[in-house]
């Protein structure tokens, strides 16, 4: 049986090169395609597609997946969301959670991959039970790092108490590609020789290293990886599908894809990639290897994010600094994966703390939740001293956030009737009132004017009888 592969081009691909931009016609467009190809799954929606539909896009996300699942007749769907957070950026109440897992599910996604940013696996336990009852497959990915916490010991561990969790499977999910081949080979090894799930491998090219980790964990006996399609593949997405089925091929790992499908979807890939490096959206920063990642630690999706804040305050020539303050927030912040949402959170103070030539002169309100322990469990313990300054004396949450939580979803239902006609409509203002809320305002005006403009069929036989 050879290695599995999954496609990441049409969700993390663009997400890590330029900002999820990339709109539904040209998703569907190539996923028709891709599905012939053989792949075990296709990443298409989760992450921050959700909210770059309807921020950016103009478009519904949830339309977005519907569209892709009747092109998609042979390949299996993937998303990803954040356990507790889903795709916002604050935990949601247990009923909401599984709401939101059903809906995924009736919309056509097969497996869904959660993760917390924390490793705090109390923070997944809805998510899991929620996706297996809907029938979905359920994969737990953890949030891979270095420090002096984060060692092979403690994700062995951690693998462990998932397949205990119920997951179907374990992904290692390197966001920043700071996973070296020694170390990939004995965290694979380790995690197989403990536990008897399929191991998937997710990583970056950014720091030059992600091909070499990815062989070696391959040897070690990892089932899937993670690749993109050429045209969107290397830099700060993942490596290029083609150069590993090719490589792969007819030795026992060999992945056995339909080269005829990869190719007859590069140039359609290509014209998309050539209209965002046009407009700018496309950094060419981001196609570049950076093996200063493997010291600051930083996703490509965050490095993106970094630039566009940068590019907006006209600060583009503060970047180095703000690279070498996020390792500073980092381990004051107790070493936590740099992973959505605390790549954000941390990505956004350290621009503060650069930009405003204090350290935390202004904190954003997610930094302040954090250290009041309202994402979970923190890997290591905090820098008391910044604590202090943040928070003062305030009191800590140890038990898991969501339990302080009173069920939600009636009452979301009930305050968004006037705007939402569907439970999708009113997940999608859960995640993102404001920007949800104009977003389908306007959607609903426009059907109900065109709903107005069609002749009835009374007015038709009147015309006919006349």
């Not at 075990?40 to 997946?65: H, I, K, Q």
């Not at 990583?203 to 899937?224: F, K, N, Q, R, W």
């Not at 930083?298 to 070498?324: C, F, H, I, T, W």
């Not at 140890?398 to 569907?422: G, M, N, V």
Request: charged share 25%; proline share 5%.
């Amino acid at each position: 049986m050879g290695v599995k592969i999954v496609e990441t081009s049409l969700r993390d691909g663009h997400q890590s090169l330029f900002a999820t931009r990339m709109t539904t016609e040209e998703v569907v467009s190539m996923a028709k395609i891709l599905d012939n190809a053989g792949y075990y799954a296709m990443e298409v929606w989760g992450g921050a597609t959700f909210d770059s539909c309807m921020r950016f896009l103009n478009e519904d996300p949830w339309e977005r997946l519907r569209e892709v699942r009747k092109v998609c007749k042979k390949t299996k769907l993937q998303m990803l969301f954040r356990g507790q957070n889903i795709l916002g950026y604050r935990h949601y109440s247990d009923d909401v959670v599984d709401m939101f897992c059903k809906k995924s599910i009736e919309n056509g996604i097969d497996i869904i991959r959660v993760f917390d940013a924390l490793n705090d696996l109390r923070n997944l336990r809805q998510a899991v039970e929620s996706t297996k009852k809907y029938g979905g497959e359920c994969q737990i990915a953890l949030s891979y790092t270095t420090s002096p916490v984060h060692t092979i010991e403690y994700y062995t561990n951690l693998a462990k108490e998932v397949e205990k969790l119920g997951a179907d499977s374990i992904c290692i999910k390197d966001m920043a590609g700071v996973l070296l081949p020694n170390d990939a080979r004995e965290l694979i090894t380790a995690i197989k020789k403990n536990t008897k799930l399929p191991i998937e491998l997710h990583s970056h090219s950014t720091a030059g290293v992600c091909e070499l980790s990815y062989m070696a964990a391959i040897e070690a006996g990892c089932d899937i990886i993670d690749t993109c399609l050429s045209p969107l593949s290397g830099g700060t997405a993942q490596p290029s599908t083609q150069a590993f089925n090719t490589v792969l091929k007819g030795t026992k790992y060999d992945p056995a894809l339909n080269v005829d499908a990869l190719h007859e979807c590069e140039p359609v890939m290509e014209k998309v990639k050539a209209k965002y490096l046009a407009n700018g959206l496309l950094n060419p920063k981001a196609l570049s290897v950076n093996p200063n990642i493997l010291k600051y630690q930083v996703p490509g999706g965050m490095l993106s994010n970094l630039m566009n804040q940068l590019k907006a305050q006209n600060a583009m020539d503060r970047y180095d600094e703000v690279l070498k303050e996020i390792p500073r927030v980092r381990k004051d912040m107790g070493y936590p994966p740099l992973v959505t949402p605390l790549s954000q959170m941390v990505g956004t103070q350290s621009v503060l703390n650069v930009l405003l030539g204090e350290r935390y002169k202004m904190v954003v309100n997610e930094i302040k939740d954090y250290l009041h322990g309202k994402y979970g469990k923190f890997p290591a313990p905090v820098n008391p001293e910044v604590s202090k300054k943040i928070i003062g004396d305030d009191k800590i949450i140890t038990q898991r956030p969501a339990d302080l939580l009173k069920p939600e979803f009636e009452s979301l239902k009930e305050k968004y009737k006037d705007i939402a006609r569907s439970d999708e409509d009113v997940l999608s203002l859960a995640l993102f009132e404001s920007v949800a809320s104009e977003f389908l305002e306007k959607k609903y005006q426009t059907q109900d004017v065109k709903e107005e403009e069609k002749p009835s069929d009374e007015v038709i036989s009147f015309n006919i009888v006349i």
